[in-house]
């Protein structure tokens, strides 16, 4: 495969301390690879550097404050956080800016939001629109009630349009038991809905050959379906991101039907056509996802499924560009996302024949969107008259902010609820679905 040019932010990490520090350095990790960052093991390599620091003794101080001063030797960008950030010596100054004036960013204890806003301000993250979870216009920090799990890194496959293999490699899944563990301290610090991510969810654990590992003294297998049924019993929302097609996802159909994890997936199928998606080199591509869909809507009436699709890829005719709408019609599928196809420096689609002009592309996107708009609508309409159940974002003079177990932050749709000034944020709520537009329910409490 084509090595690509573009460079990874990579970040090297030293992390002192008790095991609160580690687990907030597990938190910072989590969120860093989730956003794409590579983590290197060395000062050389790194953009730059997290230092997260202990204060408890003389001896942590001393410690904390040398791996502070090698960092800014070897590498001279030095982001500061952990128990130290927060000490001032006898005259009340800050220690750390004391003996190291030009480090980036000082930061105390549990500071995961203000460290990825240092990291963001020195070093921005990639951001590729085919595939990132998270949205071109920035990083909404996730608040203290949801939460990212990222359950892999890399991808095994090679899909045409996409760098991320050659840039994270194959797929690497982290094991069974420290995936648990971090949804655990997730859930005990308050989370109440967990994202699975990864850039290709239905294959964990196929690189470990289903490994068996350990969690609550039981064996469990590195396997989706495993993990959803562990997840599942935490009693939080679980909800499925970057789920391909695959056989192995049907088993998943009954978990959500009993309430272990949302009835919702987010798929991303790119297009409908076989020929393009041939070209595109999809996983699953050779799948009956219709007959899939309507098999899964049979167990499980009330899931949402959300999609992102390519248009004007290399080479699509007008006839493959209407079977793809076509499929919207068929697929009734709850929110869809679309991109007009661009090239990706390295991606092995560029070399495809018949690139379309950038304004059909356009078109086309437009298009497919407009055509979504009607199924979008028609599908949030059949919850009117409803009492559903929601996850409260945001409070504020017009009532609360929510969403649905079939809106995903970000990325989805919101509840407006007219009368729940008095919920609070990361309150569960059952509410009256009284209206709807395109992309939102509007809702009461009675
Ligand atoms: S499945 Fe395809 S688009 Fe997704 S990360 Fe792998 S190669 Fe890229």
């Avoid at 969120?31 to 550097?49: C, F, M, N, T, W």
């Avoid at 869809?336 to 356009?362: H, I, Q, T, W």
Wanted: charged share 25%; with cysteine.
């Amino acid at each position: 495969m084509k090595k690509s040019k573009i460079n990874v932010p990579s970040i090297g990490f030293v992390s002192l301390g008790c095991p609160k520090a580690a687990s907030d350095a597990e938190q910072i990790l989590t969120r860093l690879r989730a956003e794409g960052y590579k983590i290197s093991g060395s000062y050389q390599g790194a953009d730059l550097v997290v230092v997260n620091t202990c204060g408890f003794i003389d001896a942590a101080v001393e410690e904390s404050l040398d791996a502070i001063g090698e960092a800014m030797a070897e590498n001279g960008k030095v982001i500061v956080t952990g128990c130290l950030g927060a000490k001032k010596d006898a005259a009340g100054n800050d220690i750390v800016r004391t003996a190291h004036p030009n480090v980036l960013a000082v930061t105390g204890p549990h500071a995961l939001q203000e460290v990825m806003e240092a990291v963001h301000t020195h070093l921005p993250p990639l951001h590729d629109p085919f595939v990132d979870l998270v949205p071109a216009q920035g990083i909404r920090l996730t608040p203290d009630h949801y939460a990212y799990l990222k359950i892999s890194e890399g991808c095994n496959h090679r899909c045409s349009f996409c760098i991320i293999p050659s840039l994270r490699g194959d797929l690497v899944s982290r094991p069974i038991g420290d995936v648990l563990r971090e949804a655990e301290i997730l859930a005990e610090a308050g989370v109440r809905e967990l994202l699975v991510i990864s850039q290709d969810t239905s294959a964990y654990g196929v690189d470990t050959k289903y490994r068996t590992g350990f969690w609550g003294g039981k064996p469990v297998k590195t396997r989706l379906y495993d993990l959803c049924e562990q997840l599942g019993e935490l009693g939080l929302w679980v909800r499925l991101h970057y789920v391909y097609p695959y056989p192995n996802v049907d088993d998943l159909m009954p978990l959500m039907a009993a309430g272990k994890i949302l009835p919702y997936l987010d798929i991303p199928f790119q297009h409908a056509s076989p020929r393009i998606l041939k070209l595109m080199k999809r996983p699953a591509s050779a799948e009956k996802v219709l007959e899939r869909i309507t098999a899964w809507r049979q167990v499980v009436p009330d899931l949402t499924i959300r999609s992102t699709f390519i248009t004007g890829f290399p080479g699509e005719t007008e006839a493959e560009f209407n079977a793809l709408l076509d499929f919207l019609d068929e697929a009734q599928l709850d929110r869809v996302g679309a991109f007009a196809y661009s090239p990706v420096d390295g991606a092995s689609a560029n070399d495809l024949p018949e690139a379309l002009p950038e304004s059909v592309r356009e078109e086309r996107k437009a298009t497919l969107l407009r055509h979504q708009e009607d199924i979008s609508t028609q599908r949030l309409e059949r919850k009117i008259g409803h009492r559903i159940k929601v996850l409260v974002d945001e409070i504020d003079e017009d009532g609360a902010i929510a969403r649905s177990e079939g809106d995903a932050p970000d990325i989805d749709g919101l509840v407006y609820i007219v009368d729940g000034h008095h919920l609070a944020v990361g309150d569960f709520a059952e509410v009256t679905v009284t209206d709807c537009d395109v992309h939102d329910l509007y809702a009461t409490l009675q």
